[in-house]
């Protein structure tokens, strides 16, 4: 055990604040959330007891519910490919060596801090109003550009194309990665004659595997807990025709606008899982794709 400590102290030590946050402001309310998700509780009066009555409606019964759910994963499956693979090939266009590369790495990673920002989803709902800067731009081309917020078939794309403006933490992570390739392999492939391409599939992207793992995870994560956007973008109640529903969404008109905390609270619950199932799943395939320099064999 001493030596235990000894060799781990310094992790532990760093660890320390996120630790004692966890454990004493944290810990309680999860708890607290897992037991009110088998009540029900409207604030007012007492929780009540009802058992798993909270997760039968929800499956059996709430169109709501499945409804939030279809439109989450039709975001998360969207844009986070399109994210990813859009830093990437900016933080590729970074690594060529070009002149005031850190203003780049400023400016690329600045919709990163602002996106998740309230101001910018007001932003952005102006934007792609009917008369926005959007429209505007489309008519001077002549063309009459749709109702973007109104129309189901275009409102969640407006929030994919929000959460793909807000590349610049994936970028600088997959930047640091390719910084991180030796050269001498690309010099190789060259003389072997290998073009963009080949090099690209058989030297970036292998070597690049575990950094494009962990950008996956995150990101994924991330998408999951989409809230800010969709809820400015759609009024808070998931419209056009829910649409932009998201879960977090649909989870907190549960429980801040009909106060139903102990349903809420189950939804919380089973997006957690969700969240823990996929984050599981990408860790189970990750050793069919992503390899590591210390791995033998």
């Known amino acids: 055990m001493q030596k235990f400590f000894r060799r781990n102290f310094a992790g532990y030590a760093f660890l320390s604040p996120w630790l004692i946050g966890f454990f004493l402001l944290a810990i309680g309310p999860i708890l607290a959330s897992l037991y009110l998700s088998f009540t029900k509780y409207n604030v007012v009066r007492p929780p009540q007891w009802i058992g798993l009555d909270n997760y039968f409606y929800m499956f059996q019964f709430d169109q709501r519910f499945w409804k939030a759910m279809q439109v989450t994963f039709t975001f998360v499956v969207i844009s986070v490919p399109l994210k990813l693979i859009f830093a990437l090939g900016v933080a590729m266009a970074l690594d060529k060596g070009i002149r005031a590369i850190g203003w780049y790495r400023a400016l690329f990673y600045l919709p990163s801090i602002l996106g998740g920002s309230i101001a910018v989803a007001i932003l952005w709902r102006q934007l792609f109003n009917y008369d926005g800067v959007i429209n505007s731009i489309l008519r001077l081309v002549g063309l009459d550009g749709p ?15 929000l959460a793909i403006w807000q590349f610049g933490s994936p970028m600088l992570i997959f930047l640091a990665g390719l910084r991180a390739i030796p050269q001498e392999l690309y010099e190789a492939a060259e003389i072997d004659a290998a073009g963009p391409i080949k090099k690209f599939f058989a030297i970036t992207v292998p070597l690049l595997a575990p950094v494009i793992f962990f950008n996956l995870v995150l990101q994924m994560i991330e998408a999951f807990k989409s809230f800010s956007g969709a809820f400015i973008i759609s009024g808070g109640a998931g419209a056009p025709l829910d649409s932009l529903l998201f879960f977090t969404v649909y989870l907190y008109n549960e429980a801040f606008s009909f106060l139903r ?14 969240i823990a199932l996929f984050t599981a799943i990408a860790f189970w395939t990750s050793k069919y794709w992503v390899h590591y320099e210390n791995e033998r064999g």
Do not use: E, Q, R
């Open 261 to 274: 905390m102990g349903y809420a609270s189950a939804l919380a619950w089973v997006l957690l899982l969700i």
């Open 147 to 161: 109702y973007w917020l109104a129309d189901p078939k275009y409102s969640l794309w407006t929030l994919i194309v």
